[in-house]
């Protein structure tokens, strides 16, 4: 007997490039892990959507780290699967399914973008834990939102051991102040943007380093960016350095960040 798919479906909202911001810090951050086993590392892109391309996107991004990585992409709602099958080449497939990820044997990447937007916060911390339950020792669990174009971004890393950090990714030449973010930021966190939880203290933080930092406008974003982090950084954990500052992300600790009970 076949087993129902866990989970619902999302809209299916999708376009090229969307995720290009969340790719490309995976393929930094985690691409020596991906290298590290002997065997091809399985990527997960989960819920897909309407249209297969941040999946194929995903395969070319992590082959410039590791040129054995295999991605399947899983879709809750069997049409996109079909639609999405034309696509599949060598390293790359479709499946219907959901948060019990049917690939077999543990995978070493799960991608869950604009997945538990939908869902309630109560349910978060399931699913991060049913998910986190399928990667390889050392595996990366990235759960986050961004907007329909992909200009700016909040996504949670975590490992089997739960979560690690909290990433906030944006076009610079679209920002008018970090607090913009907050509208993107995951599921576990975008409700507790209010007075008294650490997350608006860090957002309301970051406003000021940015106002403090005006005089390097002049010589453009990226430099108001990397100067207004540095002063961030003074304050908070911030865990990665000037090489991604000027890709217009900062990286910090989860716990810094983590919902108050």
Same mark, same amino acid.
């Given at each position: ?88 080449? +060598?390293? !790359? ?7 019990? #990820? &049917?690939?077999?044997?543990?995978? =070493?990447?799960? /991608? ?5 937007r939908q869902y309630d916060e109560d349910a978060v911390a399931e ?55 907050? +509208?993107? !930021? ?7 943007? #209010? &007075?008294?939880?650490?997350?608006? =203290?860090?957002? /309301? ?6 106002a403090a930092a005006a005089p390097y406008a002049s010589l453009g ?41």
């Amino acid at each position: 007997m076949t087993r129902r798919p866990v989970g619902t479906a999302t809209r299916g909202t999708t376009n090229p490039n969307r995720l290009r911001r969340m790719d490309r810090w995976i393929a930094a951050a985690h691409g020596a892990a991906l290298r590290r086993g002997e065997a091809p590392p399985v990527a997960v892109d989960l819920g897909y959507g309407a249209a297969p391309w941040t999946a194929v996107e995903l395969l070319t991004r992590l082959r410039t780290a590791d040129p054995r990585c295999r991605v399947v992409g899983i879709e809750i709602d069997p049409e996109r699967v079909t639609a999405a099958r034309p696509y599949e080449r +060598e390293g !790359l497939d479709f499946r219907h399914g959901g948060f019990e #990820v &049917p690939v077999d044997g543990p995978v =070493a990447l799960i /991608r869950a973008a604009n997945v538990l937007r939908q869902y309630d916060e109560d349910a978060v911390a399931e699913v991060w834990a049913r998910l986190c339950g399928r990667l390889t020792p050392g595996g990366l669990l990235v759960e986050g939102t961004c907007d329909e174009i992909g200009r700016r971004h909040v996504w949670v890393a975590l490992g089997p051991e739960g979560p690690r950090t909290v990433t906030f990714a944006t076009r610079l030449g679209s920002l008018e102040h970090p607090s913009d973010l907050a +509208e993107r !930021l995951p599921k576990a966190l975008i409700h507790r943007n #209010v &007075p008294g939880e650490p997350v608006h =203290a860090f957002l /309301r933080d970051f406003d000021r380093a940015w106002a403090a930092a005006a005089p390097y406008a002049s010589l453009g974003a990226r430099q108001r960016w990397i100067s207004a982090v540095r002063r961030l950084a003074a304050d908070w954990p911030v865990c990665d350095d000037r090489r991604r500052w000027r890709q217009g992300e900062v990286t910090v600790a989860w716990e810094a960040l983590a919902p108050r009970l």
